[in-house]
Every structure is written in structure tokens, then in C-alpha cells.
């Protein structure tokens, strides 16, 4: 899977910078032409910010799933925020309105943001395909790792110290195994200096509320050491 760890993407990331600074050096020659760049993976520019990020990605055609999207879903909140909430892909309301999470599952996401006291606009909300897959089927494989770089690099700039994985879906992609939920939740796992939390996707609890308390225990750990990690920070 590509993305910032990727060797690849590290040896181009670590070349294009060196070439830059010595360029800053005044090193006339070696140049690095605006063709090049706009030619560069959008995942190893550099953003001025994610609004930037979003101008440049918003078009994408890079999976199927571009055909069949009404308007691309980028993700939405706090651009600085601590901890970033990720589900799978956008529904059919999410598609309408080019915003995550805004259904009836966003309802309910909205209500369990407030049982731990958090507003909406604290938080970030993404997920891993950004463009609705047709009839609200799985994101396939293919198209989970052609995105997955966009997701990733929402990270790197928001920076946050808490990933939630909302569903087996988001929390397999991201965290590249194939372990089932029951077997990821309750805990904490390090994910590239971050600490990541998987529970269950509201979707998933509008049909099953049995899951609630699962999904409650889980949020009120995940607030907790939110809690102590902003105290300590
Ligand atoms: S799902 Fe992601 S990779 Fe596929 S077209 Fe949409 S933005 Fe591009």
C-alpha cells in the first residue's frame, strides 16, 4: 500500500526536499519545474493547508468510484484537532451534500460525540474512500488503497494524537489486518505514533443496538485518555 511510510514515497518525499534545499541554497542547477510537481503524487506536496489539499484532490479519477458520485466527500471539522473520527465511505445523504457523517448514521455519530462531551466542530470526520461506492456496498480493496493516501495525508497535516476507526472496515484498512472487530476493539493500538481506537460504525448500531454498550465503553475509554493526554500535553 502507498502512502507516507512507503519506501517509495519516502525516497521521493526525502529527494524532492533535498532538491528544494539545495535549490534554497542557491543552487541554480538543479531546478525543479512546476510540470514536475503538478506531476508529484498529491500525497507528497506540500499543502498550505487542507483546503488547498481538497482544491486539488476534489476532481478525482483515480477509482471507479468517481463515476458514480454526485459530489466528492473530503471530510469535515477542526482542522487542528486531537483526535479524528474515520468511517468507511459516504452514503447516499453524505454524496448529496458532499459532507461526512450527515444521515441518519451522522445523527447518531453526533449523539455519541455529545455523550462525551464533544461538539462536532472539535473533532475531524473522514473516511477512507471519499466518493460513495454504489448502493452503499463495501469499498472495495482496490479502491480502499487507491484512496487511502488522501487519508493519509489528512493525518500528517491535522496531526492528531487519536484516531477512532468507526467500523471493521475503516479500522481493517487503516490498520492492515484482517482481524475481525470484536477482536480490534477495547483498547488502544499504535499506529504510527498515534493511538488508535476502533468501535462500532453508527450505521452498524442503527441496526444492531444490542452493540450500544460496547460502542459506550469504548468512547468513554477513548474520551478518558483524551482527557489525560490534553492534561499531560
Ligand atoms: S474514491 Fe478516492 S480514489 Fe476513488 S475516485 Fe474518489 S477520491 Fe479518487
Not at 202 to 215: M, S, V
Request: charged share 30%.
Amino acid at each position: 500500500m502507498s502512502g507516507p511510510n512507503d519506501p517509495v514515497t519516502a525516497l521521493f518525499e526525502m529527494t524532492r526536499k533535498a532538491l528544494q534545499q539545495k535549490q534554497e541554497m542557491g543552487d541554480t542547477e538543479i531546478m525543479i519545474s512546476r510540470e514536475s510537481l503538478e506531476r508529484m503524487p498529491e500525497e507528497v506536496k506540500d499543502y498550505k493547508d487542507l483546503e488547498e489539499f481538497e482544491n486539488d484532490i476534489n476532481e478525482c479519477t483515480k477509482c471507479p468510484l468517481h463515476k458514480g458520485r454526485t459530489k466528492f466527500v473530503f471530510g469535515a471539522g477542526n482542522p487542528h484537532a486531537d483526535i479524528i473520527f474515520v468511517g468507511e465511505g459516504p452514503g447516499r445523504e453524505e454524496d448529496l451534500r458532499g459532507e461526512p457523517f450527515v444521515g441518519r448514521a451522522g445523527k447518531l455519530l453526533d449523539k455519541i460525540l455529545a455523550a462525551i462531551d464533544f461538539e462536532r466542530s472539535e473533532v475531524y470526520i473522514a473516511n477512507i474512500v471519499k466518493c460513495r461506492p454504489p448502493n452503499n456496498r463495501d469499498p472495495e480493496s482496490s479502491e480502499m488503497e487507491t484512496c487511502m493516501p488522501y487519508l493519509l495525508k489528512q493525518i500528517e497535516m491535522i496531526n492528531p494524537h487519536f484516531i477512532c476507526c468507526l467500523g471493521r472496515i475503516a479500522a481493517q484498512a487503516l490498520l492492515d489486518t484482517r482481524l475481525p472487530l470484536g477482536k480490534l476493539r477495547g483498547g488502544f493500538h499504535d499506529w504510527n505514533d498515534r493511538k488508535v481506537m476502533v468501535t462500532y460504525h453508527p450505521a452498524a448500531l442503527l441496526r444492531f443496538p444490542q452493540y450500544k454498550p460496547h460502542t459506550w465503553e469504548d468512547v468513554q475509554m477513548l474520551r478518558k485518555a483524551y482527557d489525560e493526554f490534553k492534561g499531560s500535553s
